[in-house]
């Protein structure tokens, strides 16, 4: 028996059985909408974690600890960082990734998160697919430091130097594709210089030799480095945010000093699982907004070198997806691999 069009088998339903299919349809729709509501009015009704997927101790760990006190004051309930450490950060994020999508366990991103969706050709999620952006937070700049011993003072002999010995200057990193090595491949790539990069597992191991001599120069987070450039440790060549850094503000940007337009820097932010309901997301990113304009927030992360950053979930859903391109393309000139 052939089987009758859509339009004709429907002429065989009475109409009060359609009425009530259709009616029921809205009616389940009307309480899901209810429900994810009701359920943003009372967002938190519980504990809230945050999970860091970087080692205890970093700037993303401390920033997380102050978003998640703050939080725990203003929506009156609290608020656990947890950290998770691991694979390039892949471990805890893969963790928030498959969380229920209910707005209780969140993710402290940085954009070595953007980096890593090039870095990483295999990866448990997916970042704009497997994530809902929630709010940024602040960022921070890095500032390039040379050894003392190297016979430059400022960009433009850097330039000059590494232009006339194409390879024979080093650049250290905290490893493959973190956000020093990206800001150097950067460098290089809009500099049209050729340095040799030099990876560590850890700042720490990077910092020491720069300071010691063995390697000729690094980008590093301003706060770290100010001590040492002001006791003359280390030279100050650059910032490289697109204003001087508040904390070192006699030391010229990179862009204003030979390279226009360079801008690298660490910014961090919050995610939630893809799905939690967006009534939640915007209780959040309202609350975080509020943090950033206070002018005491303001004042106090200005100390340490951080700006605060505001957008709303939308336009950092696409901030997130304009620095994924932006740091693929770098990846992908650059060779780098994921240190796995």
Do not use: C
Not at 45 to 51: C, G, L, M, T, Y
Not at 198 to 216: F, I, K, N, W
Not at 292 to 319: C, H, L, N, R
């Amino acid at each position: 028996m052939k089987a009758l069009p859509l339009k004709a088998a429907l002429e065989f339903v009475p109409a009060r059985l359609l009425a009530r299919v259709a009616g029921a349809a809205l009616g389940a729709a009307v309480l899901a909408l209810s429900a994810s509501s009701a359920a943003a009015e009372d967002y938190p009704s519980r504990a809230v974690k945050i999970i860091v997927p970087f080692a205890a101790g970093g700037p993303a760990d401390i920033y997380a600890r102050f978003v998640a006190q703050h939080l725990g004051e203003s929506l009156k309930q609290a608020f656990i960082v947890e950290d998770r450490p691991g694979g390039g950060s892949l471990l805890g994020t893969e963790a928030v990734a498959k969380s229920p999508p209910d707005g209780y366990t969140l993710l402290l991103m940085s954009n070595t998160h953007t980096v890593n969706e090039s870095l990483f050709t295999k990866k448990p999620f997916d970042l704009m697919r497997d994530f809902a952006p929630v709010a940024p937070i602040n960022y921070s700049d890095l500032v390039l430091v040379t050894k003392p011993g190297l016979a430059v003072t400022n960009l433009a002999d850097l330039l000059k130097l590494a232009k006339s010995q194409p390879e024979s200057l080093t650049y250290a990193s905290s490893g493959p594709g973190t956000p020093y090595h990206m800001a150097g491949e950067l460098f290089k790539s809009m500099a049209g210089v050729k340095i040799l990069h030099v990876p560590y597992r850890g700042s720490s191991g990077a910092r020491t030799d720069v300071l010691g001599g063995q390697v000729d120069m690094m980008f590093d987070a301003v706060p770290t480095m100010a001590d040492f450039i002001r006791t003359g440790k280390v030279k100050a060549i650059g910032t490289t945010g697109k204003t001087r850094s508040t904390v070192l503000p006699n030391v010229p940007t990179v862009s204003e000093s030979g390279v226009p337009g360079y801008e690298a820097v660490i910014w961090l932010g919050l995610m939630a699982p893809k799905g939690t309901p967006p009534e939640i997301v915007k209780r959040l990113n309202d609350e975080v907004t509020k943090m950033a304009s206070d002018p005491k927030v303001i004042e106090a992360w200005a100390k340490q070198g951080a700006i605060p950053m505001k957008m709303t979930p939308a336009q950092f859903s696409k901030y997130v997806a304009d620095d994924i391109t932006k740091w693929a393309h770098i990846v992908k000139i650059s060779g780098a691999k994921a240190d796995q």
